[in-house]
C-alpha cells in the first residue's frame, strides 16, 4: 500500500505541474513514456492485487461453507435458510476475512483508475510531443 500511495502521490504531481507550469513538446515526450513507465509499474501491482483478492474470495467461500455446513450438522433438524444466513452473516470469523476481501478489491480498483489515468496522460503527452 505505501508503494500505491508513493506512485499516486508522483503521478497527481507530475500533472499538478502540467496544469500550473504548462509543457513543451520536448517535455511532453519524457513525460509520455514516463506516464507508460508508470502504467507497466501498476500494471504488476494490478496482478498481484487482483491474485490477492481472488484468493481471499475463495478463502472467504470455504469459510462460509465450513461454518454452513457445521451449522447444518449441528442437530437433526435443518435450521433454515433465514437462520443459516443469521448465523453466517454474523460469524466473526467470516466478516474478518470478508473485510479483507472488501479492502484487496478497492485497492485493486484503485489501481486501475490510476491505470486509466495514466493512460490518458500518456495519450495526452505523446499528442503535445507530435505537436497536435
Known sequence: MTKLIK???EIEKKIQDTYESG???QDAERL???FLHFMMTLSTMLSVTSLD???KKSGVKAIRSAVYLEEVSKSE???TEA???AILDTNDII???QKLLDSAEVETEELKRLYDICNNCHIYYRNIGKGM
Request: glycine share 10%.
Open 77 to 79: 433438524k435443518k435450521p
Open 53 to 55: 483478492a481472488r484468493m
Open 32 to 34: 509520455s513514456a514516463e
Open 95 to 97: 466478516s474478518g476475512e
Open 23 to 25: 509543457v513543451g513538446m
Open 7 to 9: 506512485l499516486k502521490s
Open 83 to 85: 437462520m443459516l444466513t
